[in-house]
């Protein structure tokens, strides 16, 4: 179901695509700001509670491999790293999803 919800929400709103145009302050990061942001995005459309909720997800092993790729996302990299992008690329992409 995940993975028709994935195709669904590219196919309608270029998610991947917009996903990928997000950058953030960090000079070199290890870990790419699209594997956070579609984590944490996938935070609400699951409706978990709070980063740490998330974090349990992403322990299940393949639950959740096809949006994080090979890196280990923790709470407090995913609140940092989204701290991190200015808000104005956020609001764009929100509006974006809003009134599309």
């Known amino acids: 179901?995940?993975?028709?919800?994935?195709?669904?929400?590219?196919?309608?709103?270029?998610?991947?695509?917009?996903?990928?145009?997000?950058?953030?302050?960090?000079?070199?990061?290890?870990?790419?700001?699209?594997?956070?942001?579609?984590?944490?995005?996938?935070?609400?459309?699951?409706?978990?509670?709070s980063l740490n909720a998330m974090e349990a997800q992403l322990r299940t092993p393949k639950r959740m491999a096809a949006l994080t790729g090979p890196h280990e996302l923790s709470a407090d990299t995913m609140g940092r790293v989204m701290n991190l992008i200015p808000p104005e690329q956020l609001q764009s992409d929100l509006s974006h999803y809003v009134h599309h």
């Open 1 to 49: 179901m995940m993975s028709r919800f994935c195709r669904y929400i590219d196919n309608v709103y270029d998610f991947g695509q917009r996903a990928q145009a997000l950058k953030d302050s960090r000079p070199k990061p290890q870990i790419p700001t699209q594997s956070v942001w579609t984590n944490v995005f996938f935070l609400f459309a699951m409706g978990q509670g």
